[in-house]
């Protein structure tokens, strides 16, 4: 059976990088040109993509252009439903918030563009490779460079790892030890349409990843470690992430907040 995903490169510029990769992760690496593999991380001369060689589809993230950029330019600013869910306010400082389940960085990067310094967590080193690269390439634009300094960086790990080592952390008094004031959540879930009305970006995302069977206890720790609140992100009409009721729903079009205060 042919292995799920390799990486590539595209020239000898690139080949390092992808070497290196692969060495870390014990993934196959060749030249983009002999890929066998149904998915492959493929390093360009311009950014690293998300190959589906199966669908010839690829992915990659730019924070500088297309619907980000777009997003940050038009998006809505402080009405946005993503605003109010995370109890952004008119003269207070936006609150830290660590994005657990980052993904493709759109939702971190929208509340980075609100003001919000951001921790993004992702498990999948693949993913956070891409995000990893597209925070690289932006890094010489100026508005880029006002969301760096606010905070804006990527951890490849588990956030249920990182929220519980932070939890242990506070427990044993460590003098260091910020909690966030939101934990931010938007796990996979099985999708219900038919894959082909599936945006490519979550076609391959899907075939990656699966599906996250673990956000009961990601919601249970969350809970503990966010100073404020936890919003779980869901589709409009699906049921409630676990049986712990949310304090209050913020709806828009096609999306649901449910928002869990925590601070007491
Ligand atoms: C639906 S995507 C998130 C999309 C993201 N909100 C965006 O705007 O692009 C869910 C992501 O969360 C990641 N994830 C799920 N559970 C996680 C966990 N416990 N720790 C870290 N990452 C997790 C998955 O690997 C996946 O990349």
């Known amino acids: 059976m042919k292995a799920l995903i390799s990486t590539s490169y595209t020239s000898e510029d690139t080949k390092q990088a992808a070497t290196t990769f692969a060495k870390k992760f014990n993934y196959p690496c060749q030249n983009n040109t002999e890929v066998n593999t149904s998915l492959n ?84 080193p693949v993913i956070a490779e891409l995000i990893e690269d597209a925070i690289e390439r932006a890094r010489d634009d100026e508005h880029f460079q006002n969301i760096l300094k606010t905070g804006f960086s990527v951890i490849a790990e588990s956030s249920i790892d990182y929220l519980t080592q932070l939890k242990n952390s506070a427990n044993d008094n460590c003098p260091d030890v910020i909690y966030p004031d939101v934990i931010y959540l938007d796990p996979m879930y099985p999708e219900r349409k038919k894959s082909a009305s599936v945006k490519k970006n979550m076609q391959i995302l899907q075939k990656l990843l699966r599906h996250d069977e673990d956000t009961q206890e990601l919601l249970n720790i969350a809970l503990k470690t966010a100073k404020k609140r936890v919003v779980v992100k869901r589709p409009k009409g699906a049921k409630n992430l676990t049986n712990i009721k949310p304090t209050y729903l913020v709806e828009s079009k096609k999306t649901r907040y449910d928002v869990y205060i925590t601070s007491k």
């Open 41 to 124: 991380l493929n390093y360009t001369d311009e950014y690293v993509e998300l190959r589906d060689n199966d669908k010839n589809i690829a992915i990659h993230i730019d924070f500088l252009s297309g619907n980000l950029a777009h997003r940050q330019q038009y998006g809505g600013g402080r009405g946005q439903s993503i605003a109010k869910a995370i109890g952004l306010k008119q003269g207070v400082a936006p609150p830290f918030v660590v994005d657990a389940t980052a993904g493709l960085a759109k939702d971190a990067y929208v509340l980075a563009c609100l003001g919000c310094p951001v921790i993004l967590l992702e498990r999948s």
